[in-house]
């Protein structure tokens, strides 16, 4: 059975989807995961703690434990490509397998743990690494741009945490999968751009600024 998701961070789909093959008794093993492309890249992606477990089997809610919920929140934004078959695979052996979540040494809810670290590790570091740059716009005002290459699909995640923290009102920040701007802290997101299309430390304000046109300067409609 094939299922399709909408984009590579899709936590509300495959909760939906989760729900309804575990409804009709599918296995894993005959689930393949598909991820479509977003329809619109400027979209307001939807926040994982936006789908939480009302979303889950109702059958499964008490059997899975809360841990696995978050889990799941941080394993959907991992780069790897089997990560959904992964969870999907777990969520049914906690339904069949009650003691599954004795068992510490269990090789899936391992992978599964060693992922979510690994994307935990990531977004602090994007935290933590990210350096923005001052410039002035076509109208004089000033916005701060910077450029970043995250190991998973973070963005979005991090974006809320930067809104709150960067001490700038208009910022922008562009990576290869995907381009967020805040400006006054409303958030809006765009297509990424390729690294080796980026400006770099070296290039010039009106470099930035045409990068920055090049996402973000016919998308008002979005905003």
Known sequence: MEVKLAGQTDLAGFRSEARQLLAHQV???????????????????QSP?????????????AIVPASFTRLCEFVVLH?????????YRLLWRLVHEPN?????????????????HAVRRDLHKMKANLRLRALRDAQGEEIQVGCYEPAHHVVE?????????????????????RSMRCDGGALLFGPGIPVAKLPGPEGTDAQWLACYEQVFGSSAGHA
Do not use: C
Request: charged content about 25%; overall charge negative; cysteine-free.
């Open 27 to 45: 296995p894993p093993e005959e689930v393949q995961w598909h991820l479509d492309a977003p329809a619109d890249l400027y979209d307001d992606p």
């Open 79 to 87: 780069r790897d490509a089997a990560r959904f078959g992964l969870l």
């Open 100 to 116: 599954l979540r004795n068992d510490p040494l269990d090789a899936d809810m391992l992978q599964a743990q060693h992922m979510a």
């Open 157 to 177: 995640a991090v974006a809320p945490w930067l809104a709150k923290r960067l001490p700038a009102a208009r910022w922008a920040i562009f990576t290869p999968e």
């Open 49 to 61: 703690q936006s789908s939480r477990p009302r979303n889950v089997a109702r059958a499964a809610t």
